[in-house]
């Protein structure tokens, strides 16, 4: 029988979980380090403090769902339980549908495992244009290798399934050059349910690997329990009060928790973060909490190919082209990745446009549906400053993202390059996503491309999606110019840190998740060595 | 054009002018399996939320509901049965707007002369109610927009997260071997 790590943790009686849901009254812990957030970030953070000897709570809205409870591969279920907001996160004009996790091991649970290092004319960029002088590719890459060894990063070396192989053969007709994706995953069984939740513990996420050594070496998991703000002392942080949320994690159940830390460490990722520091009142003199809020805004197109894809089935992302990203310099025209996702009948159904007959159509052809996803590479052109996170009235948050001329010049370029590359493949029909494109889609790549030079690029007309939230408490090593410095340090209030995607200054230009296993794990060694004065050997 | 001020206040006055919810359910008398109080399965439409938005998932879903008039009537009961599970998963401050834009629907006045469906959603023809949908999807008011990608999300999330929905569409659904991975 195979073994799951959460359910023999919890039946072992060693682990300190609980669950905020089930609190009758209010409470208070202590800590040396309180973790807001289980997921990218805040898993690396709490596995290396609590490694150094640290007593370490980690805080989680979500709840604690595993593989062998709970991960059926039913969206219906996933959905509502695994993610902010059902899967549907909206930006405020509603023109982006934003994936973010909400479950111990945040987005990383659910994530798709596509594992790259973040790309050295990023970092050459934040060297730059940030001040972050130290974040060479030299210095970086010992950081993302220890990253890649705990979390076991791997070549890919199984077929893609069919659904990659036609971004691989279209963009090889098409003169597009592509490359291989590595993953984060051990005996992977190639299912293709990555996004509800690996049934089979073969993805590396935080929920198997490092919140599970945290809990071995003493620290306590609150989970259903929101954050709600920082709390200050004499110009530090002392602690984070949160409150308890009721089993499905809608609605605050009037319970309320404090957490009395030494030191406070922030991953909620991108816009959750900031949105907690907006709401603890937080010194901001140059007004950058939640500003510069990046998405890799995505744009996407689909095809019907003459022989079966089955895009449900297989490792969900095996290849990709960084043609367009290298094409372009950061800061010239929009570059943009080309990806494929997986392919599922609620997302697949909620994604197609249009209704009735024609919808129908093309999902009864859902086993030849091919999908390839233009990913944009915001925040490096002074026309890409991202979006702002501000507070709705409940507290909870809301982004402003407004798509610029400079960003839909991307989407444009990528919607012809898709569509040339879906019909070099043998697309009988392409059908970039969009409202105006009549059900059915084109025919060939000439009709294609007449067309997609006149689609008029606005929201709520062309579908725009993200699974890539960064930015919004950005490093950078002067105060007039991020939120923190380049170790996570937040500049006006001691004592305070952000490990998690929203510290990008940009984008990544890269599926971000190696990129926040990597600088976490830097920075929080940093911190422990502060903390301990030792150094921690990672990973052990 | 209205402002979006001007909508949501026609849309809130409307819904407050309406007072008494007047009507029942209406293409649905409840089979066994279903004879239960509608207030003890849907947890957040009432009647009238039902009957606006089984009459707009009739023409949503068209085609991929079955042609078999029992079962016709079970799968489209099911699809707002849905629809009430997607719409009560949401966080609360989307449930309200979610809320309003149905209040927008069931509002006589807001439903002529906003939606443009002179009829009662009882009544209205699949012609009136697609004209509405494609009125609103092309619509050059961006709040209209995203009312019509709100009900497209909302009816098809319910439709194709439903395991009976996938006859037709060359799935299977998840491989069935994890089922026992378990216990093995
Ligand atoms: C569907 C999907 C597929 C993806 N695929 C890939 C991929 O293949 N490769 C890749 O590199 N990246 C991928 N990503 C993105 C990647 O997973 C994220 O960028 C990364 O996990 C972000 O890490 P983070 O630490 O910033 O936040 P997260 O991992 O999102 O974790 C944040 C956690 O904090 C919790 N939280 C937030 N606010 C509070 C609060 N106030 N109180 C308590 N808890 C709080 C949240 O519930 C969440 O669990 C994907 C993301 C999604 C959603
Ligand atoms: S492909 Fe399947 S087994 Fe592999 S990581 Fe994804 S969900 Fe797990």
């Known amino acids: ?540 | 054009m209205l402002s979006r001020r001007q909508l949501l206040k026609t849309g809130v006055a409307g819904a407050a002018l309406l007072g008494l919810a007047r009507l029942a359910y209406g293409p649905i008398t409840p089979d066994s399996l279903y004879a239960v109080p509608a207030k003890a399965r849907f947890k957040v439409l009432d009647a009238e939320s039902r009957t606006a938005l089984a009459a707009i998932a009739r023409v949503m879903l068209k085609g991929a509901l079955p042609r078999d008039e029992a079962e016709y009537e079970t799968a489209l009961y099911q699809a707002v049965l849905g629809c009430d599970t997607a719409i009560a998963g949401l966080p609360m401050g989307v449930q309200a707007e979610v809320k309003e834009l149905l209040a927008l629907l069931n509002s006589r006045v807001t439903r002529r002369w906003v939606v443009g469906v002179g009829a009662s959603w009882e009544t209205a023809s699949d012609e009136d109610i697609a004209h509405f949908l494609n009125r609103w999807r092309f619509s050059s008011f961006l709040l209209l927009r995203s009312g019509y990608q709100a009900l497209h999300q909302i009816v098809f999330a319910a439709w194709y997260g439903n395991p009976q929905a996938w006859v037709g569409i060359g799935y299977d659904g998840p491989p069935k071997f994890m089922e026992g991975y378990w216990n093995a």
């Not at chain 1, 023999?8 to 905020?20: I, N």
């Not at chain 1, 800590?31 to 709570?57: F, Y």
């Not at chain 1, 297989?314 to 494929?340: C, N, R, T």
């Not at chain 1, 200054?505 to 926040?516: E, R, V």
Request: proline residues 5%.
């Open chain 1, 1 to 540: 029988m195979p073994k799951d790590v959460i359910a023999e943790g919890l039946a072992s009686g060693k682990w300190d979980v609980r669950d905020a849901a089930t609190f009758m009254r209010d409470q208070t812990l202590e800590a040396d380090v309180v973790i807001v957030g289980t997921g990218a970030g805040g898993g690396v953070a709490a596995e290396i403090l609590s490694l150094a000897g640290l007593k370490v709570v980690m805080l989680e809205e979500g709840e604690l769902r595993y593989a062998s409870k709970h991960f059926n591969l039913k969206e219906a279920e996933a959905y509502p339980t695994l993610y902010q907001e059902s899967a549907g996160r909206q930006t405020k004009d509603k023109g982006i549908t934003i994936l973010q996790g909400r479950t111990v091991g945040g987005s990383t649970t659910v994530n798709w495992t596509s594992s790259f290092r973040t790309p050295p004319t990023t970092l050459a960029f934040w060297r730059d244009h940030y001040g972050l002088d130290d974040m060479t590719v030299e210095n970086m890459a010992g950081w993302f290798g220890k990253a890649e060894k705990r979390l076991s990063v791997i070549d890919w070396n199984v077929e893609p399934n069919v659904n990659n192989q036609v971004l691989m053969s279209g963009a090889d007709r098409a003169g597009i050059h592509w490359s291989k994706i590595r993953r984060n995953v051990k005996a992977c069984l190639n299912l293709g349910y990555c996004g509800m939740g690996c049934p089979a513990n073969a993805k590396q996420s935080m929920l198997i690997t490092t919140v599970p050594t945290a809990l071995d070496r003493g620290a306590t998991l609150l989970t259903h329990l929101r954050a709600e703000r920082v709390l200050q002392e004499g110009g530090k942080a002392v602690g984070v009060e949160g409150m308890a949320m009721n089993h499905s994690g809608l609605e605050p159940v009037g319970i309320k928790v404090t957490i009395k830390a030494k030191t406070v460490l922030l991953a909620g990722g991108a816009i959750n973060t900031p949105a907690l520091m907006l709401r603890s009142y937080l010194s901001d003199p140059h007004g950058l909490i939640g500003k510069r809020t990046f998405l890799h805004p995505v744009n996407v197109s689909g095809a019907l190919m003459p022989f079966k894809v089955e895009g449900w089935q297989g490792a969900p992302q095996s290849i990709y082209s960084d043609h367009f990203i290298d094409a372009f310099p950061p800061d010239g025209p929009m570059g943009y990745k080309l990806e494929v996702p997986p392919l599922h009948p609620v997302l697949t159904a909620i994604t197609m446009s249009g209704f009735g007959e024609k919808h129908r159509q093309l999902m009864q052809h859902f086993d030849r549906l091919q999908v390839v996803l233009a990913l944009m590479r915001d925040g490096f052109h002074e026309d890409s400053r991202g979006g702002s996170v501000s507070l709705k009235a409940d507290g909870t948050p809301l982004l402003d993202y407004p798509i610029s001329d400079y960003v839909w010049r991307g989407m444009r370029h990528s919607y012809l390059t898709m569509a040339e590359l879906q019909f070099a493949a043998g697309a009988t029909r392409v059908m970039p996503i969009h409202e105006d494109v009549p059900g059915g889609g084109y025919s060939s790549w000439a009709e294609a491309k007449a067309a997609i030079q006149s689609l008029p690029l606005e929201v709520l007309r062309a579908k725009v999606v993200s699974a890539h939230v960064m930015g919004g408490a950005a490093m950078a090593s002067k105060a007039e110019q991020g939120v923190v410095d380049g170790y996570g340090r937040f500049f006006n209030l001691d004592n305070l840190y952000v490990m998690d995607g929203s510290v990008f200054p940009t984008s990544i230009g890269a599926n971000p998740q190696l990129s926040i296993y990597g600088l976490a794990a830097r920075n929080a060694s940093s911190l422990a060595k502060t903390l301990t004065g030792k150094d921690i050997a990672w990973p052990v």
